[in-house]
């Protein structure tokens, strides 16, 4: 194994970023936290992507290049406000791809799509399958009596909006 990552070393893991560590540290060990939720870890996840790149592709070509990482968060925490769906890894998304590598940069829009969109709805389904399996738990957070559902009935999260 160590001979296939030393073969590789210099390649970025486009399917993977720093973000999706603190987002699994809300889903996973915050479990009843508001910025934990669907709606914030989606579209906060996507919003912040979208908002990146397009700061990104706005200022590339320019000497004011600098200020892309600092206007892409700072964009990207007032539209998830506006939205109601701030999520805090969301500010890392959307500083990512601006200090990445030239790889990174030069994704695109497809940055939202992978690593961004593939990875947060990864994160989504192994949170509801794994958060479920308790009986003190249920994800997505909802009032009631969570130690008398059954296992598929928590899963089955649509049922209960």
């Known amino acids: 194994m160590q001979n296939v990552f030393y073969a590789i070393g210099n390649l970025d893991a486009l399917f993977l970023i720093g973000a ?11 479990t009843n936290s508001p910025a934990a939720q669907p709606r914030k870890l989606i579209f906060g996840s ?25 206007l892409a968060v700072s964009l990207s925490i007032l539209v998830m406000q506006y939205t109601k769906t701030l999520h805090p890894p969301g500010g890392a998304i959307a500083m990512i791809a601006n200090i990445g590598s030239e790889e ?5 829009y497809f940055y939202v799509i992978n690593p961004v969109i593939t990875g947060v709805l990864t994160l989504f389904v192994v949170s509801i399958l794994i958060k479920n399996l308790s009986k003190n738990r249920l994800y997505p ?11 598929l009935e ?5 049922k209960r909006l």
């Not at 999706?20 to 996973?28: C, D, H, K, R, Y």
């Not at 990146?52 to 892309?68: A, G, H, K, N, P």
């Not at 928590?154 to 649509?158: S, V």
């Open 154 to 158: 928590k899963i089955q999260f649509w």
């Open 20 to 30: 999706f560590g603190a987002s699994s540290v809300l889903l996973f060990g915050m």
């Open 104 to 108: 990174v940069r030069e994704m695109g």
């Open 141 to 151: 957070y909802q009032e009631g009596n969570i130690r008398e559902m059954k296992y």
């Open 46 to 70: 996507i919003i912040s992507a979208f908002i990146e790149v397009s700061v990104y592709q706005l200022f590339s070509s320019t000497d004011y290049i600098w200020i892309s990482p600092a």
